[in-house]
């Protein structure tokens, strides 16, 4: 497994911008899929975003405006979010595991999971 530690959220106003960081321990950050998965109060977690190697996806609610993105010498990922809605208030946490990419967003393929980190976006 890798250690994940997630970084960069805060309060944003509506159509402001935020970018996550979750850094990764381990030497093998290169051949893991990472996501980036989120949960709002009362709700069940949702995928947001993931990457193997050079392929990418986006859950429809975010395309667009989100993009993820991969530094592999600083064995971290980002998640730059633009054009922040109320909606996309929730804790963002970044999940590592030997994911298949038909499978990169289902929460269970993932065996690594950062603390997470608070995003809220205010009206």
């Known amino acids: 497994q890798v250690q994940l530690v997630e970084s960069g959220g805060g309060l944003v106003q509506a159509g402001g911008s935020l970018r996550l960081s979750c850094a990764a321990s381990?030497?093998?950050?290169?051949?893991?899929?990472m996501g980036w998965f989120r949960q709002a109060p009362g709700k069940e977690r949702e995928f947001v975003a993931a990457?193997?190697?050079?392929?990418?996806i986006y859950a429809n609610s975010v395309k667009g405006r989100f993009t993820i993105s991969r530094d592999n010498a600083k064995n971290t990922v980002y998640l730059q979010m633009n054009s922040l809605k109320p909606e996309d208030t929730a804790v963002y946490s970044c999940?590592?595991?030997?994911?298949?990419?038909?499978?990169?967003?289902?929460?269970?393929?993932?065996?690594?999971w950062g603390q997470g980190t608070q995003v809220t976006v205010s009206s």
């Open positions: 999940a590592a595991g030997y994911v298949t990419y038909r499978d990169l967003a289902k929460p269970s393929e993932y065996n690594s």
């Open positions: 381990g030497r093998t950050f290169n051949s893991y899929a």
């Open positions: 990457r193997s190697g050079t392929s990418t």
